[in-house]
């Protein structure tokens, strides 16, 4: 591969790098506005508003490079939509796609649990115990948070997560798999718009 095929990949090292950076922004950026703050929905399952602002800012900042160095150290626009399609992504998992409801799930029936629902009798016994964060101090830190000094109380949630990464790992394959059978239709056929992807 020569150097402008290189320069001219929509993936190349560069965009995937700065990529990242923008899905970790999102990732941090995103459940701190949803659930700590209570603040406006930045990034919910299918809403994009966080990536639309980044790409607006990176797509700013690119028209800036290139005016000042020219067009080898820019985004082109297949470029842009890599950056796109990643935040577009990084906006559902860390929210209501995934993060924001597993992690209660994996709580609240220790939280929850009181003599007048009765679930400590009627539902925990038949829960694993590696599928939910079975520490009562853990699992209260969650919904109160720690005290100062404390910190997360990370030995009690490795095993729950690493229990549902298999799920969420196959759900996402099985979507992918969707995809790329219906590809041909939507794409070829019906010549469907995608509006999330019009702006970039």
Same mark, same amino acid.
């Not at 990643?86 to 995934?98: E, Q, R």
């Not at 729950?160 to 229990?163: D, N």
């Given at each position: 591969m020569t150097a402008d095929a290189d320069q001219s990949s929509p993936f190349r090292a560069s965009t995937l790098i700065v990529g990242a950076l923008l899905c970790l922004l /999102?990732?941090?950026? =995103? *459940?701190?506005?949803?659930?700590?703050l209570q603040g406006s929905l930045? $990034?919910?399952?299918?809403?994009?508003? =966080?990536?639309?602002? #980044? #790409?607006f800012l990176v797509v700013w900042i690119n028209t800036g490079v290139t005016a000042l160095v020219g067009r080898r150290f820019s985004f082109s626009s297949q470029q842009l939509t890599v950056l796109y399609a990643?935040?577009?992504? $990084?906006?559902? /998992? *860390?929210?209501?796609?995934?993060m924001e409801y597993l992690l209660p799930s994996t709580t609240a029936l220790e939280y929850y649990a009181s003599p007048e629902n009765d679930w400590r009798e009627a539902i925990l016994p038949y829960v694993q115990p590696w599928l939910v964060v079975s520490d009562p101090l853990a699992v209260k830190y969650f919904y109160e948070g720690s005290p100062r000094g404390i910190g /997360?109380?990370?030995e009690a949630w490795i095993m *729950? #997560? #690493?229990?549902w990464i298999p799920l969420i790992l196959g759900i996402y394959f099985s979507m992918i798999c969707l995809i790329v059978m219906l590809r041909k239709q939507w794409i070829v056929r019906e010549r469907l718009a995608f509006p999330l992807v019009q702006v970039p």
């Open positions: /999102i990732a941090v950026g =995103a *459940p701190y506005s949803n659930v700590y930045l $990034a919910v399952d299918f809403g994009t508003a =966080a990536a639309l602002f #980044l #790409l990643m935040m577009a992504v $990084a906006c559902a /998992i *860390p929210t209501m796609g995934l /997360i109380s990370w *729950p #997560l #690493l229990a």
